[in-house]
C-alpha cells in the first residue's frame, strides 16, 4: 500500500465506529422525546416509524436499494424483524414512564448481553485479553448507573420489567438484521422493517385505549428524525462494520448518554459514581474497537456477506 493508499483508506477506518457512537447517542435520546409526546407511549412508537417511512423509502431510492421484487426468504425475515422491532418499542416506551432515563436505556439494551454471550458461543470460545477487559468494565460501569439511578418502588420495577422485555426483543430484532443486511441496503431494509412494525405498534395502541393523534407534533418528529433516521440508520450500518461482541458493547454506551439526558431535562442528578460508570462503558467501547484487527480494504459491498464473522 502506497503512502497515498493509506492516507485515503485510514479516515474511512474511523466511520464505522463514529457511525456506531452517533447512532448510539441518537438512540439514546429517544425516551426523551417519548415523555415530552402527549400522545400515549406505544402510540408514539407508532408514529416514530410511520413519520420516518416516507424518508427512508426515499434514501433507499437514492441509494439504488431495492424496495420491490425482493426474495420471499429475505421479505419474510426482515418482516419478522419488523415485528419484533415493534414489540421491542411497544415494550420500552411503556416502562419509560415508569423508571428514570438511565434505567430505561439500560434495561432496554439488555439484551446485548444476549448478543455478546451468543458471540462468544459462535466462535466456541471465552472472552480473553482486551475482550475480557472490555466486557468486565461494560458490565462494572453499567451496574454503577444501575445503582445509582435506581430507584426502587412498585412503580420502577414495572417499568424496569418492561424495559428488560424490550432489550430481549430488541436482541432478536437485531440478530434477524444482521443476516438480512447480506441482501439489502440499510435503507431499505429499515423501510420494510418499520413497515412491519407499524401495524404492530397501532394496534396494541388501540387495544390499550392510548390517544393515538397528538396536540403538539414536535417530539413526535424529533423521536422519528433522531431515533430512526439517524440513529437506527447509523446503526444499521455499522452491523456490518463490527462482530456481535463489539455490536453489544457499543449498546451499553447509551445508557451513559441516557443518564446525562436524564440529568439535564428531568434534573436527575449524576453523582461522580455515575461518571466513573460512564468512564467505564466508553473505556470498554475504545479497547473492543481497539481488539479488532484491521479489516482488508474491499470494494463496495463485497464485505457485507462477511459481517460479523
Not at 9 to 33: D, E, K, S
Not at 276 to 305: C, E, F, H, Y
Amino acid at each position: 500500500m502506497t503512502v497515498s493508499d493509506h492516507g485515503g483508506t485510514h479516515p474511512a477506518r474511523f466511520l464505522p465506529i463514529a457511525a456506531l457512537v452517533a447512532g448510539n447517542a441518537a438512540l439514546a435520546l429517544g425516551p426523551y422525546f417519548v415523555r415530552l409526546s402527549d400522545s400515549g407511549p406505544v402510540a408514539a412508537g407508532f408514529w416514530r416509524v410511520t413519520l420516518a417511512l416516507p424518508f427512508l423509502v426515499l434514501l433507499a431510492r437514492f441509494n439504488r436499494q431495492p424496495i420491490m421484487g425482493l426474495g420471499r426468504g429475505v421479505v419474510l425475515a426482515v418482516m419478522l424483524g419488523g415485528v419484533f422491532f415493534g414489540l421491542d418499542l411497544a415494550s420500552w416506551h411503556v416502562g419509560i414512564g415508569s423508571t428514570r432515563l438511565a434505567n430505561a436505556v439500560l434495561f432496554g439494551n439488555s439484551g446485548s448481553l444476549i448478543l455478546m454471550i451468543w458471540g462468544f458461543i459462535a466462535i466456541r470460545r471465552l472472552p480473553h485479553g482486551a475482550e475480557g477487559i472490555a466486557v468486565l468494565a461494560a458490565l462494572a460501569g453499567s451496574a454503577i448507573l444501575l445503582g445509582r439511578s435506581l430507584d426502587i418502588s412498585t412503580q420502577t420495577l414495572v417499568g424496569d420489567l418492561f424495559c428488560l422485555l424490550a432489550g430481549g426483543l430488541y436482541a432478536g430484532y437485531l440478530l434477524i438484521l444482521h443476516d438480512a443486511r447480506r441482501e439489502l441496503g440499510g435503507w431499505s431494509l429499515l423501510t420494510w422493517a418499520c413497515l412491519a412494525a407499524s401495524p404492530v405498534l397501532l394496534a396494541i395502541a388501540l387495544l390499550k385505549g392510548e390517544p393515538i393523534w397528538p396536540g403538539d407534533w414536535r417530539p413526535l418528529f424529533g423521536l422519528a428524525a433522531s431515533s430512526q433516521l439517524l440513529g437506527q440508520g447509523l446503526l444499521v450500518y455499522s452491523l456490518r462494520h463490527f462482530s456481535p461482541v463489539v455490536i453489544g458493547i457499543a449498546l451499553l454506551t447509551q445508557p451513559a448518554v441516557g443518564a446525562l439526558a436524564g440529568w439535564l431535562a428531568f434534573g436527575e442528578i449524576l453523582a461522580p459514581l455515575d461518571f466513573l460508570g460512564i468512564m467505564l462503558v466508553g473505556g470498554a467501547l475504545a479497547i473492543s474497537r481497539m481488539a479488532q484487527p484491521a479489516a482488508p480494504s474491499t470494494p463496495p459491498g463485497k464485505g457485507d456477506a462477511k459481517a460479523g464473522t
